[in-house]
């Protein structure tokens, strides 16, 4: 069957974000990239709370929502994330919460790089695919201002978000929410991605031819052999290949 459109994941797929820059803080004897600091800075404009107590706060936070919601494939919004850490650190400031989410995702912004050819390649599949994005990530704001100040929007037919839509990869619903977007089946469908476990188990699961992009993964021999799901149908190491697979495969 023809390919009628073609999904990418953001992060690491459209996108590269490395947290390797972001501020080091020590952290139980170890340090480590993290935001924390500057997220401690802002708390601390408010509230008399040591360092080390903002973190233990924050961690106990993260393993609460991780049962109660990444566990069972849905997404967790970064502002959601700051207010239950306000409620527990007993901080009255109904601005913090969105301050912490700002400062967070500016940092995070900040890591981002775009390959300069993307855009070509967009516009190029554009021509011949319906496009759609497909990606887990918890502020859809700091996503889509990153997709249209990347010059990557308007190449999208559809965008789904799962701080959007309350679902994360590998779950089939998010999948099935652009498939319905773009009106395609998903034998019809290419979706690329670089997590085997989200990416391409999810996408197999309904259906959905995948591709394995490896530009980030350090070892791909060692990532497949961890792998226990579906293999990915095609493996590439730039998007600039994916034409190529609807010229041969495809075609």
């Known amino acids: 069957m023809a390919i009628r459109a073609v999904v990418f994941d953001l992060f690491d797929t459209l996108v590269d974000l490395s947290m390797l820059d972001l501020p080091r803080v020590e952290i139980r004897g170890k340090w480590i990239p993290t935001t924390a600091g500057r997220l401690h800075e802002v708390v601390a404009g408010r509230a008399n709370i040591e360092f080390e107590h903002f973190v233990d706060a924050l961690f106990a936070v993260d393993r609460e929502f991780r049962v109660s919601r990444y566990e069972k ?25 969105q301050e912490l989410t700002d400062t967070h995702m500016g940092m995070i912004r900040d890591q981002v790089q775009v390959p300069g050819h ?8 554009g021509q011949r695919v319906r496009l759609g994005l497909c990606s887990n990530f918890s502020h859809s704001k700091m996503a889509l201002d990153l997709l249209h100040d990347s010059g990557i929007a308007p190449h999208l037919a559809s965008v789904i978000i799962s701080d959007a839509v309350g679902i994360r990869k590998p779950r089939s619903e998010i999948f099935e929410s652009v498939l319905a977007e773009l009106d395609v089946a998903p034998a019809e469908t290419l979706h690329v991605g670089d997590s085997l476990s989200a990416d391409v188990a999810g996408a197999a699961r309904l259906g959905i031819r995948t591709v394995w992009i490896t530009r980030r993964i350090p070892d ?13 149908d095609h493996i590439v190491a730039d998007l600039a290949e994916i034409e190529g697979l609807l010229d041969t495969t495809y075609a």
Do not use: K, W, Y
Not at 118 to 125: D, R
Not at 220 to 232: F, I, K, M, Q, R
């Open 220 to 232: 791909v021999s060692a990532a497949l052999a961890a792998h226990d799901g579906p293999e990915p």
């Open 118 to 125: 993307h855009t070509n390649v967009l516009e190029a599949l």
């Open 73 to 97: 494939g849905l997404e967790l919004p970064t502002l959601e994330r700051f207010e239950a850490l306000a409620i527990r650190l007993e901080i009255a400031a109904p601005e913090l919460p």
